[in-house]
């Protein structure tokens, strides 16, 4: 069964990369991804994921998500996390976790899902993608913002849009 599961992701996987443009940044996610085991969300489907039951994670370390964040994301961050971060969402919700490109968000995922999370989604292409799509990015404060943070020089490459921070 999990080999079916594993798959049906690499499968899904292919088509949700068809969404990113730049041909470098598919590949490298392409790679990334194999390594992978939580479900995909592609950045359509999570724009119509009811908002109503849905919890979202950054995944990412406090000095990235000061910088910006998806709004309404809580950070949870990634080398300090602890499930007590999360003690009041319900097992059933749908939780989208997210991190610079999806790495360090699918560690999490697994970790929630392991805890028994029946509905954890990593957002495929991360943050990263989420700007370089064009959507709205917001301060520790709730003020939208242009900057991102790209966790280091090497990684800025990935970034198109928006003004880069590391």
Same mark, same amino acid.
């Given at each position: 069964?999990?080999?079916?599961?594993?798959?049906?992701?690499?499968?899904?996987?292919?088509?949700?990369?068809?969404?990113?443009?730049?041909?470098?940044?598919?590949?490298?996610?392409d790679?990334?991804?194999?390594?992978?085991?939580?479900?995909l969300?592609?950045?359509?489907?999570?724009?119509?994921?009811?908002?109503?039951?849905?919890?979202?994670?950054?995944?990412?370390?406090?000095?990235?998500?000061?910088?910006?964040?998806?709004?309404?994301?809580?950070?949870?961050?990634?080398?300090?996390?602890?499930?007590?971060?999360?003690?009041?969402?319900?097992?059933?919700s749908?939780i989208? #976790?997210?991190? $610079?490109?999806?790495?360090?968000?699918? @560690?999490?995922?697994?970790k929630?899902? =392991?805890? +028994?999370? !029946?509905?954890?989604f990593?957002?495929?292409?991360?943050?990263?993608?989420?700007?370089?799509?064009?959507?709205p990015?917001?301060?520790?404060?709730? #003020?939208?913002? $242009?900057?991102?943070?790209?966790?280091? @020089?090497?990684?800025?490459?990935?970034? =198109?849009? +928006?003004? !880069?921070?590391?």
């Amino acid at each position: 069964m999990r080999k079916y599961f594993l798959i049906l992701i690499c499968f899904l996987s292919t088509g949700l990369n068809a969404q990113i443009k730049n041909p470098e940044f598919r590949q490298m996610l392409d790679s990334l991804y194999q390594k992978n085991t939580t479900p995909l969300i592609s950045i359509k489907d999570f724009l119509k994921l009811d908002k109503h039951n849905l919890y979202i994670l950054d995944t990412r370390e406090e000095e990235e998500y000061e910088v910006s964040h998806l709004k309404n994301a809580r950070k949870v961050g990634y080398f300090w996390f602890d499930m007590r971060k999360i003690y009041d969402i319900p097992q059933t919700s749908t939780i989208v #976790v997210y991190c $610079s490109v999806g790495s360090r968000s699918d @560690k999490i995922a697994e970790k929630l899902i =392991e805890a +028994g999370y !029946k509905n954890v989604f990593n957002l495929h292409g991360g943050i990263f993608e989420w700007v370089n799509q064009g959507h709205p990015v917001y301060k520790k404060n709730g #003020v939208q913002t $242009s900057e991102i943070h790209t966790f280091s @020089k090497e990684w800025s490459r990935w970034v =198109e849009r +928006g003004t !880069k921070v590391n």
